[in-house]
């Protein structure tokens, strides 16, 4: 079973930082592709970062570039997510999702993701 646990979320205030991780487990990650999602009440999900296992493939929404940074530690199985200089348009449940690279995107119903995390950035 792969399951994937994010952690690190909490309440902060505006220009505060924060790290997000995401636990992977229950495959051999090395054909997979990561991502970080968040979605807001009342919001669609959004895409905000994703990697590749390797750590060397990264793309990032225009809305976190320069500011969030997404990396892997493949010896501890983790997708991390640096969140840098917070704002409160940043709040939101934070998921990491996985899926497989030959799946091309993130609609596939293959895709796992985790249970998420809450960011809450107060002004």
């Known amino acids: 079973q792969v399951q994937l646990v994010e952690s690190g979320g909490g309440l902060v205030q505006a220009g505060d930082t924060l790290r997000l991780s995401c636990a992977a487990s229950?495959?051999?990650?090395?054909?997979?592709?990561f991502g970080w999602f968040r979605q807001a009440p009342g919001k669609e999900r959004e895409f905000v970062a994703g990697?590749?296992?390797?750590?060397?493939?990264?793309n990032y929404a225009d809305s976190v570039k320069g500011r969030f940074t997404i990396s892997t530690d493949r010896a501890k199985s983790t997708v991390y997510l640096q969140m840098s200089s917070l704002k409160p348009e940043d709040t939101a449940v934070y998921h990491c999702?996985?899926?497989?690279?030959?799946?091309?995107?993130?609609?596939?119903?293959?895709?796992?993701w985790g249970p998420g995390t809450q960011v809450t950035v107060s002004s």
């Open positions: 999702a996985a899926r497989l690279y030959s799946d091309r995107d993130w609609n596939t119903e293959r895709a796992f």
């Open positions: 990697i590749n296992w390797s750590g060397v493939l990264t």
């Open positions: 229950g495959r051999n990650f090395d054909a997979w592709r």
